[in-house]
């Protein structure tokens, strides 16, 4: 990827659902938007603006009706579904609003159990090394039961980075933090994901999170659909 390249980039992406009538309800309907290489740019928008489908699309999680996604050069809306999954486990990491640990493993083995579509070996090494960097070195073989929801968050961040991603996909990382730390949770993804090269497109609809950081964009400016409603 050459230094001019955007890391992400969006054109004239368009996304609906079916309702249960058969209407057609639009989603996302995005000219342009792209993201540079260790940039740390914030999505804000109201509950129910399309926050989450756009971070799904991006992910290659869902498919959009129209238009292209890129990421490093590789266009997904050109893979197929399996093809989307493999370049998402070696490029992209995900931090899930609802965390999406598996309760019966300890914060190690979800960590651990995120490199397995990867089809590299497991670094076990690397795992506790993550932990570590976001607190939880003393917590490695707790179950999500006996951490806090902070704890469990730190969890599901170690194991979106544990393959080296080049992106970081956060989704209102601080909904289920009480405001008292909200703070400390954008402190530790921002630190963590400068400390491992990592650029992060984070969506919530809290300004307090995202007055704290210096690229900031509405939804409304790039998605049209959240403009009209």
């Known amino acids: 990827m050459s230094d001019s390249q955007k890391l992400v980039e969006l054109q004239s992406v368009q996304k609906a659902y079916r309702e249960p009538n058969g209407d057609r309800l639009p989603i996302l309907d995005i000219e342009h938007f792209a993201v540079e ?3 740390q740019v914030v999505i804000r928008g109201r509950s129910g603006c399309g926050k989450t489908t ?3 699309a991006i992910a290659g999680i869902t498919p959009v009706d ?3 996604i890129s990421i490093g050069g590789v266009e997904l809306t050109r893979l197929a579904e399996a093809g989307r999954d493999r370049f998402r486990a070696r ?8 965390f ?3 309760p019966a493993f300890t914060a190690l083995e979800n960590v651990v ?6 089809g590299r070996p497991k670094d076990r090494k690397r795992a506790i090394e993550l932990l570590e960097a976001v607190g939880l070195g003393h917590r490695l073989h707790h179950k999500p039961s006996a951490m806090s929801v902070g704890e469990q968050q730190r969890t599901a961040v170690a194991r ?3 393959n080296k991603p080049v992106l970081l996909l956060a989704d209102e990382p601080t909904a289920n933090i009480d405001p008292g730390h909200q703070q400390q949770v954008v402190d530790m993804l921002r630190e963590v994901c400068i400390n491992e090269k990592v650029a992060m497109l984070m969506v919530t609809h809290s300004p307090e999170v995202s007055d704290q950081f210096d690229h900031v964009v509405a939804l409304e400016e790039i998605n049209r659909v959240a403009r009209a409603a």
């Open 91 to 98: 490029n992209v990491g995900y931090v899930f609003q609802t």
């Open 54 to 56: 756009l971070l799904h």
């Open 160 to 162: 979106a980075l544990v």
């Open 37 to 39: 290489p260790g940039d």
């Open 113 to 118: 159990l995120g490199m397995t579509f990867t």
């Open 100 to 102: 999406n640990l598996l």
């Open 66 to 68: 129209s238009g292209s």
